[in-house]
């Protein structure tokens, strides 16, 4: 197995990453959690409960809570970007090679069961699979779409990210305004607290506008233009704006839409936001493609999968993780209309309390084992991996 990364090592990029109790559970099984919880404080594995603020009121005291009472089962990560180099240490580091960006997948001249990826340096890599976890941007899925890819769209949302001490060291905290939403929560013990605020559009459909050609999807702005953006939301908030840099970044969020048919293509397969970018609202896409890797993890490497059925194999791991993560996709559209206050079912505070319920239980408590076995049991009935004899 080779791993091809497009930068130069594995760094902090990005705001935040939200692992929830199914990416917990995941990184548990491939035996990284505990090479993880070595590197991080012990407090950093908590609850995952929100407590919800009123953006246009003066109160400090939360809206409401959610859940309500959290459970030991509820328990997730609130990372920042480290998770990927922390991971690599977990790893056999010399599968790893850096400054590789794919270009394009092709079929080996030579060999039509054989894959050969094409690299920006000029060099190539011959493979047996291609697994393509190379973001929203992917070079992958064109590959398994068959034709030009059009499906990144900008989503009218903007995200504004910087550093900012408030106390919020026991529960993550959401401050909301009209199709605004402020999420703030702690990470490194407390010691960097993360503050991603939103200004959404939902008088367009996403993929109904695009960015200018060639406009860049993170770019600075002034701060003036920063505090426009949230006029009229209470105090904490102008403070906290206050306190943000003179030149903030924002972050044009795009999405994968409409959603892909099917991640898999031959030898070729889809994991991660090349598979399925979604809105961050749910906080479950880091989650989605760790699910994606741990099932391909146990097919690949099941004994009955051989370079003669892994293309059976491939459309079997599609099959089952197409309709899940594009449950959590339109799930996490919904929170965030929901968090903004601009829900069509309701946008009082009872209406979140209402639209809250229940609501994560469908992502935070799926078993992927059971997944599996769906998958290996279909791949024996269609005679792929041979049926089991007592």
């Not at 047996?128 to 973001?135: P, R, S």
């Not at 607290?193 to 050609?213: C, K, M, T």
């Amino acid at each position: 197995m080779n791993l091809f990364e497009a930068a130069p090592a594995f760094s902090e990029i990005g705001a935040g990453i939200g692992c929830g109790p199914n990416a917990i559970s995941v990184l548990k099984k491939l035996g990284i959690l505990e090479h993880l919880m070595k590197l991080i404080d012990p407090s950093e594995l908590r609850d995952r409960g929100f407590r919800f603020y009123d953006g246009f009121s003066e109160s400090v005291e939360p809206i409401l809570a959610y859940p309500t009472v959290p459970e030991e089962k509820d328990q997730g990560l609130a990372l920042h970007s480290r998770l990927p180099r922390r991971i690599i240490g977990a790893l056999d580091a010399s599968s790893a090679h850096f400054n590789k960006r794919a270009t394009a997948v092709t079929e080996s001249p030579t060999n039509p069961k054989r894959l050969v990826i094409h690299f920006q340096d000029g060099t190539t890599h011959e493979a047996d699979v291609v697994l393509g976890a190379d973001g929203i941007k992917s070079t992958v899925r064109p590959y398994v779409l068959g034709h030009k890819d059009d499906r990144v769209k900008f989503a009218n949302t903007k995200l504004k990210a910087a550093g900012f001490k408030y106390d919020i060291s026991e529960y993550p905290a959401s401050v909301s305004g009209n199709s605004k939403h402020f999420i703030l929560f702690a990470i490194k013990n407390a010691s960097i607290i993360n503050v991603v605020a939103f200004d959404a559009r939902y008088d367009i459909e996403i993929g109904d506008q695009s960015l200018p050609e060639g406009a860049p999807w993170v770019e600075s702005v002034t701060k003036n233009e920063m505090k426009a953006a949230y006029k009229g939301m209470n105090s904490s908030i102008m403070a906290l704006l206050e306190c943000m840099p003179e030149t903030p970044s924002k972050w044009s969020v795009h999405v994968l839409a409409p959603p892909l048919e099917s991640y898999a293509k031959g030898r070729v397969a889809l994991l991660g936001d090349a598979a399925h970018a979604m809105l961050p609202h749910w906080g479950a896409g880091a989650g989605q493609g760790l699910e994606d890797a741990y099932l391909l993890v146990r097919l690949l490497s099941d004994p009955e999968t051989d370079v003669d059925n892994v293309e059976e194999v491939l459309q079997e791991y599609s099959r089952i993780r197409q309709p899940r993560a594009q449950m959590v996709w339109e799930g996490s559209r919904r929170s965030g209309r929901i968090y903004d206050l601009s829900h069509p079912d309701g946008n009082t505070y009872d209406d979140v309390r209402n639209n809250l319920k229940d609501m994560y239980a469908p992502v935070w408590y799926h078993n992927m084992d059971d997944d599996v076995d769906e998958v290996v049991n279909e791949l024996r009935k269609k005679g792929v991996f041979k049926a089991m004899t007592s």
